[in-house]
Structures are given as C-alpha cells and as structure tokens.
C-alpha cells in the first residue's frame, strides 16, 4: 500500500462517514424518511468497499457502475444458472 493510496482511501472513508451521518439524520429524525436515509446507507457502504479497494490498489468500476455481484478482486459471483451477473 502507497501513501497515496491511503490518502485516497481516507478521503473515500470521509466521504461514506458523512453519508452515513446523513442518513441517521434522516432515518432517526422527527421526520421519518426511511428511503433516503437507506439510500445514504448503501451509498456509505459502496464507499467504503471502495475505500477497502484504494488502499489495496484494486481497481474498481467508475462512479455510476455497480460494486455489486463483484469479489473484492475483480471476479463476478456466479448465479445459480452458472453466468456472471451482469451478463
């Protein structure tokens, strides 16, 4: 791991922190809104995948593409009928 990396990482770490304080925000607010704030959720997840990913200089879809169906070094997951998903 470079120390660029883990600048990298850290920012994409920062980035998730603050969606996850959006979503509490929404989620346990005095108003309820349960769909955004688990948007906010999952987005915080991805984020920090793609954290995980920096710091090990893996390479990962651009924004916009799907971390999902996808193992922490590039291969697919296969569905049951044995295809990649995705295909």
């Not at 998730?16 to 997840?45: F, M, N, P, R, T």
């Not at 710091?55 to 593409?65: N, S, V």
């Amino acid at each position: 791991m470079s120390p660029e990396s883990l600048i990298l990482a850290q920012a994409w770490l920062k980035k998730a922190s603050s969606d996850l304080a959006a979503a509490s925000i929404l989620i346990h607010g005095e108003q309820k809104h349960l769909d955004v704030g688990s948007y906010h959720c999952q987005q915080a997840a991805e984020k920090a995948i793609k954290a995980y990913l920096t710091a090990r200089e893996t390479l990962f879809p651009k924004d916009g593409e799907n971390l999902c169906g996808r193992d922490l070094t590039g291969g697919r997951r296969r569905a049951e009928n044995g295809r990649s998903y995705g295909e």
